[in-house]
């Protein structure tokens, strides 16, 4: 891991209005957006062939005087592939603009646990040592810090032979590795005849399939709890609750959608789905389910302080299913800005909005964080 402290050397030179930046997918432009609506200047770093979205749809038009007119992105620099910004040379290039870099599931992807944690000497904004813990086929992951935090998480089926019920295969897809090739059984046979089925389709990889996690299916609506936890606070008020999202996934939405009968009559390789996210939507919570829901947040942020020092600093998501007493399991764990936190830009989070007396979206939040950070002279907590 790079020491903090030469993260720290690297803020210091920094001049007193750094540029917030983000790999350009997933969230940029709820980062971008929130970072805009604070004062800050916005940088994307974008793979050639995708930057259009950032250089001319949500291009920034300033006045004379600098004030944003439109957009929200000030620049976007390329990159023949995403993993480039680790290059020695690129990375000086950020630290020479003074880029601060809010991590999002885009960098964790294209870039390695070991290239993220030993080699990207640019500050990141949140917890650089906690992005690991989202590979499940790291020996810690996030269930170990579930575990370790009392948080309700799905039962590990140790092999497919001990299958009694109802459970979900997690393993990436065989050819979009960012991507899910998730199925479900209910039985050895079901998990063979699935296995069967999505090999000779190029879905799964037989590779995968030897790391690939086994767990009960919870049975419930999913709620993707966006959090943010302070360090700048005092312990007592640095966790909030911003916000609530679902996902929107391709094939499965679709199915679902289909009367029984209609399902049945589809090709039976049509019948399995994909998981594959392709949208959200925003959700609330019964209110009296909300003291649980801030248990389990307050249980995570001092489970990963213990373990990972110095814990969870900004943006973190727990991915829950509420069952029939709304009772929460955390199925998944984002150590940083969620996939879904782009439906609230602009307009914020219901519970953000509610907490802040103004519209509080995630990307605002992060940089809220940053200004009140440089206010008091202390970014040098907010950063690692």
């Not at 509610?354 to 002279?377: C, D, H, Y």
Request: charged residues 25%; neutral net charge; proline residues 6%.
């Amino acid at each position: 891991m790079i020491p903090r402290g030469e993260i720290e050397q690297i803020v210091a030179g920094y001049p007193a209005e750094p540029r917030i930046a983000a790999v350009g997918s997933h969230s940029a432009l709820d980062i971008a957006e929130g970072a805009a609506s604070e004062g800050f200047r916005t940088l994307v770093l974008a793979e050639q062939g995708r930057e259009t979205t950032y250089s001319r749809y949500f291009r920034s038009v300033r006045d004379p005087a600098g004030q944003r007119i439109r957009g929200c992105v000030d620049e976007v620099w390329t990159y023949p592939r995403f993993s480039e910004v680790a290059a020695p040379d690129a990375q000086a290039r950020l630290r020479d603009a003074a880029a601060l870099l809010v991590p999002n599931r885009a960098l964790s992807s294209y870039l390695s646990s070991d290239a993220i944690e030993r080699d990207l000497r640019v500050p990141i904004v949140g917890s650089r040592a906690l992005l690991r813990i989202e590979e499940r086929s790291e020996r810690e992951n996030y269930y170990t810090l579930l575990e370790a935090a009392g948080i309700p998480a799905p039962a590990a089926v140790p092999s497919p032979a001990e299958i009694d019920g109802l459970v979900i295969v997690k393993l990436p897809h065989a050819e979009k590795r960012l991507e899910r090739g998730f199925f479900t059984a209910a039985s050895r046979s079901e998990f063979e005849r699935k296995r069967a089925g999505l090999l000779a389709r190029g879905v799964i990889a037989e590779a995968d399939l030897a790391s690939a996690r086994i767990e009960r299916y919870v049975i419930g609506p999913v709620f993707n709890f966006n959090f943010f936890f302070s360090p700048l606070a005092a312990r007592s008020d640095g966790l909030e609750l911003l916000g609530v999202d679902e996902r929107r996934e391709s094939s499965l939405d679709g199915l679902v959608r289909l009367p029984a009968p209609q399902q049945l009559e589809l090709p039976e390789a049509a019948r399995i789905p994909d998981y594959t996210v392709v949208g959200h939507a925003s959700l609330t919570v019964r209110e009296s389910i909300l003291e649980e829901v801030f248990r389990i947040g307050e249980r995570f942020v001092d489970a990963a302080r213990a373990r990972y020092p110095p814990g969870i600093l900004g943006a973190f998501t727990l991915q829950t299913c509420l069952d029939r007493d709304g009772k929460p399991t955390v199925f998944d764990v984002a150590a940083r800005i969620g996939g879904g936190t782009n439906i609230h830009l602009s307009v914020g989070h219901p519970y953000g909005n509610a907490l802040w007396g103004e519209p509080m979206s995630t990307g605002r939040r992060i940089a809220r964080e940053v200004r009140t950070a440089l206010q008091m002279g202390r970014l040098n907590e907010v950063v690692t």
